[in-house]
């Protein structure tokens, strides 16, 4: 399964671009976009968990399986370029996992993105 992502091209222009900008080099320019993604994932569970909780909105439950399995493939990602994630990634998969396996509305994900 893979996350919706840049081109390419579209990557590789827009890294061109921040290290002309300024002095940022190509390795910290793919760490800061790697990390950004992975912030981005997490910040949508926590909001479709806060639509759920404080504004009733369930609906939002069925899109949390695969923005889950978004998570967990930006922290595969992060983590194997960026040791400092391990750690979180480490928690998340055997402290949060269980748990949200265990939720009503989680449904494990394919390699495509379908429920199973």
Same mark, same amino acid.
């Given at each position: 399964?893979?996350?919706?992502?840049?081109?390419? +091209?579209?990557?590789?222009?827009?890294?061109?671009?921040?290290?002309?900008?300024? $002095?940022?080099?190509?390795?910290?320019?793919?760490?800061?976009?790697?990390?950004?993604?992975?912030?981005?994932?997490?910040?949508?569970?926590?909001?479709?968990?806060?639509?759920?909780?404080?504004?009733?909105?369930?609906?939002?439950?069925?899109?949390?399986?695969?923005?889950? +399995?978004?998570?967990?493939?930006?922290? $595969?990602?992060?983590?194997?370029?960026?040791?400092?994630?391990? +750690?979180?990634?480490?928690?998340?998969?055997?402290?949060?996992?269980?748990?949200?396996?265990?939720?009503?509305?989680?449904?494990?994900?394919?390699? +495509?993105?379908?429920?199973?």
């Amino acid at each position: 399964m893979n996350a919706p992502t840049l081109s390419a +091209e579209q990557a590789s222009r827009l890294q061109a671009l921040a290290t002309q900008l300024g $002095a940022v080099s190509a390795a910290q320019f793919q760490r800061w976009f790697d990390l950004t993604g992975l912030q981005r994932h997490l910040r949508v569970l926590g909001v479709f968990a806060r639509l759920h909780l404080r504004d009733h909105k369930s609906s939002y439950l069925a899109d949390l399986p695969l923005v889950t +399995e978004y998570v967990r493939e930006a922290l $595969a990602l992060t983590t194997n370029a960026h040791s400092s994630v391990a +750690e979180f990634r480490d928690w998340f998969e055997s402290d949060l996992m269980p748990v949200i396996r265990e939720q009503p509305w989680y449904k494990a994900i394919d390699s +495509e993105g379908w429920a199973l």
